[in-house]
């Protein structure tokens, strides 16, 4: 903890600024360790809440920033919230997941060629009882009433049907989260900082290798077209280089393991309808329906 009080300096601005001084922290230690770029850094130390983008951003911006420097990140964003008029982040459950059908669980065919065979010699022990039984009027009769049934025809397993996800992939945030989804093949950011519930974002359909990195990947709802895929990684466990291709996801959505993506080009973001960020810079997501 900060040796600096949150009560000692009366604005938000100065008690951070105060905050990171006394922990020998420069701008540029801070961006490294927020990923929030400098420039934001700077505009919340001035208090210059109209530089900042969207009200819910620039309290997430502020509390990242006391909590790195020591202070209570939740007090101080309740303040800012309460301060800029911020809207209060709607809650919205987690969503459930389910596994696909695992194909090991469909009966083997050489189970059914079992029982079959095990049917077809109790008609045909029947037939020979009946024979020992009864006369040999009988014998045809049951003969001729068995018959029809010695044609056993073994089921068929079913085998899984191939996953068919298309469309655009969504990423859907069930609760606060930090996320970060760039290039593969050259690292250039394609969108980068913090999603409230609710928010959404698009990865781009001009993205040749689109990769995410995340420490709260339960927080995600990842969607491929009507398809949901499963959760990209364990609770509370970073993951990184995870595949945002359409392929890839329906794979993983199959039990199988996705294609490794090609090299290209790294397109620009445009979450919903704004403007796609510069590589490296940090974009509101779109705001809850």
């Given at each position: 903890m900060s040796d600096v009080?949150?009560?000692?300096?009366?604005?938000?601005?100065?008690?951070?600024?105060?905050?990171?001084?006394?922990?020998?922290?420069?701008?540029?230690?801070?961006a490294a360790q927020t990923r929030i770029p400098i420039r934001h850094l700077k505009h919340i130390e001035d208090e210059e809440w109209d530089?900042?983008?969207?009200?819910?951003?620039?309290?997430?911006?502020?509390?990242?920033?006391?909590?790195?420097?020591?202070?209570?990140?939740?007090?101080?964003g309740a303040e800012l919230r309460d301060q800029i008029g911020a809207?209060?982040?709607?809650?919205?459950?987690?969503?459930?997941?389910y596994e696909p059908a695992d194909p090991a669980?469909?009966?083997?065919?050489?189970l059914a060629l079992i029982a079959g065979a095990i049917a077809l010699a109790l008609i045909l022990g029947y037939v020979i009882w009946r024979s020992v039984t009864v006369g040999g009027e009988d014998v045809d009769a049951v003969e001729q009433a068995a018959a029809p049934q010695q044609q056993v025809v073994a089921p068929q397993p079913q085998q899984p049907q191939p996953v068919n996800a298309t469309g655009p992939v969504i990423l859907t945030a069930t609760d606060e989260i930090w996320l970060r989804i760039y290039e593969g093949g050259t690292g250039a950011n394609l969108f980068q900082g913090v999603m409230q519930a609710g928010q959404r974002y698009e990865v781009p359909a001009t993205a040749q290798q689109p990769q995410i990195r995340t420490g709260r990947p339960q927080a995600l709802r990842v969607t491929v077209g009507s398809t949901e895929i499963p959760p990209l990684g364990a609770p509370?466990?970073?993951?990184?280089?995870?595949s945002l291709r359409a392929a890839d996801l329906a794979a993983r959505a199959?039990?199988?393991?996705?294609?490794?993506?090609q090299p290209?080009?790294?397109?620009?973001?445009?979450?919903?309808?704004?403007?796609?960020?510069?590589p490296g810079t940090v974009a509101p997501p779109a705001q809850p329906q």
């Open positions: 009080s949150e009560g000692s300096v009366s604005s938000i601005g100065d008690r951070l600024r105060a905050a990171r001084e006394a922990k020998k922290l420069s701008l540029d230690d801070l530089a900042l983008p969207a009200p819910t951003y620039t309290v997430g911006f502020a509390r990242s920033y006391a909590n790195a420097v020591g202070l209570n990140g939740n007090e101080i809207a209060r982040p709607v809650y919205e459950p987690p969503q459930s997941y669980r469909v009966p083997p065919k050489s509370e466990t970073t993951i990184d280089d995870v199959q039990g199988g393991v996705g294609q490794q993506p290209g080009a790294a397109p620009g973001f445009t979450p919903g309808p704004q403007p796609a960020p510069a």
